[in-house]
Each structure stands twice: as C-alpha cells, then as structure tokens.
C-alpha cells in the first residue's frame, strides 16, 4: 500500500501544475484517504494497542482524531484561497485608482 502512495505523490508532484484543480483536489483526497488506510492497517497489526484502547473508547477516537485534523487542514486551505482571491481583488482595485 504504501508503495502504491509513494508512486501516485510522484506521478502527482511533476504533473499537477498541468492539472485541472478540481482533479489536484480530488487526487489530494484520494492520497489522504488512502494515508489514512495504511495507518489503520498499520495500527491493526499492532494488537496489544488496540485491545488496550477498546476499554477506553481510544480505538475509535484516534481514527476520528486523524480524519478532524484533515477536515481542519482542507477548510485552511479553502479559507487561504478566499483570503488570497480577496487580496488580489484589493489590490486590483487599488492599482486601477494610482
């Protein structure tokens, strides 16, 4: 799996200047779902972590965890493409005034 990730950011990272951002946002979801996989995959093959947390709630919690702190990241970068598009529109009107 993780080699199957490792060889997507490649062929992303030299390609996704020619993309479209809808897809470089769809392929980012995609990696990031798949990143998520092989971290649950991982964490299920280490068992006395898991029977341990079962107890406390903490086998659900650190998937959820993972997920909030994506869903944090993509609303950044939604609200840094609004900051930066209301900049450019400032900065637009102000060049037109001078």
Request: proline content about 1%; hydrophobic content about 45%.
């Amino acid at each position: 799996m993780f080699e199957g990730i490792s060889t997507h950011w490649k062929r992303l990272s030299f390609r996704w200047q020619q993309k479209a951002v809808t897809n470089n946002i769809e392929q980012h979801n995609r990696l990031i779902i798949n990143l998520l996989y092989l971290i649950e995959n991982q964490a299920e093959s280490y068992l006395p972590m898991l029977s341990f947390g079962r107890d406390s709630g903490l086998d659900v919690i650190w998937k959820e965890l993972l997920e909030t702190i994506e869903a944090i990241g993509q609303t950044r970068a939604i609200g840094m493409g609004v900051v930066s598009w209301i900049k450019q529109k400032i900065i637009g009107v102000c060049l037109q005034h001078f």
